[in-house]
């Protein structure tokens, strides 16, 4: 069991193109998450998505776009990328139900440098 | 605001113990978790706290006082492979995660 993938490892990207993260998870949970994480502070959430063919913005949505397709992925792209999205993006996903711990478990990361 | 306070390092002693704490102001409080990270490397889970008091496993514990917006991790017996950052995060009325910064802990031989 792979549990969350992510690709790429990592990407180096001219300011101004169009990139997209992938993110499949094979343990058929409800609720996806892409967080992206910076020094110094914590994980910020970009989107998420509660069930397939649903999606909504977290903390810092702008310049990244979502699609929830199925259930096992999760793109997010960066239509133009600025140099300020220069961070390591972490994919997300959790059961999604509204009681108990509702664990996050992360995928390996992507680390995105723009320039 | 929201806000998750952490300390940003500490140093600690193979064999011995440690606690990190974490404070929180959040809309809303449904759950607060402790996650490690080692350089490099993505979260994982080590604990969930709902209720106040102490939750044990194994060398590690986290304590809750929601009246006091406080939790700690306790860390005993403390391994060369426990040097890793420390995240603490609360999970809020929106049911999101709100993250503190971390807590890198270094520990000496």
């Known amino acids: 069991i792979a549990g969350i993938t992510q690709a790429p490892t990592s990407q180096i990207l001219a300011a101004g193109r169009r990139m997209t993260l992938r993110c499949t998870q094979d343990?058929?949970?409800?609720?996806m998450y892409w967080y992206r994480q910076d020094l110094g502070l914590g994980l910020r959430l970009i989107h998420y998505?509660?069930?397939?063919?649903?999606?909504g913005k977290g903390e810092v949505p702008d310049g990244y776009s979502v699609s929830r397709a199925n259930t096992d992925d999760f793109p997010l792209t960066l239509a133009s990328a600025v140099p300020s999205q220069t961070s390591v993006y972490f994919c997300?996903?959790?059961?999604?139900?509204?009681?108990?711990?509702?664990?996050?478990?992360f995928g390996p990361g992507t680390r995105l440098t723009v320039l | 605001g929201q806000n998750i306070d952490q300390p940003t390092e500490m140093t600690a002693t193979e064999g011995a113990i440690v606690q990190i704490n974490c404070t929180y102001q959040?809309?809303?409080?449904?759950?607060l978790f402790w996650y490690q990270q080692h350089a490099g490397e993505a979260p994982t889970f080590l604990s969930y706290?709902?209720l106040d008091g102490l939750e044990e496993k194994g060398r590690f514990s986290s304590f809750l006082s929601r009246s006091k917006g406080y939790s700690y991790l306790l860390l005993k017996e403390l391994q060369m492979k426990d040097s890793a950052s420390y995240l603490c995060?609360?999970?809020?009325?929106?049911?999101?995660?709100?993250w503190g910064a971390g807590t890198k802990l270094i520990i000496k031989p």
């Open positions: 997300a996903s959790s059961d999604g139900g509204s009681s108990g711990a509702d664990t996050q478990y």
């Open positions: 343990m058929r949970h409800n609720a």
């Open positions: 998505s509660n069930t397939a063919g649903t999606t």
């Open positions: 959040t809309s809303g409080f449904n759950g």
């Open positions: 706290n709902v």
């Open positions: 995060a609360v999970r809020d009325s929106n049911y999101q995660l709100i």
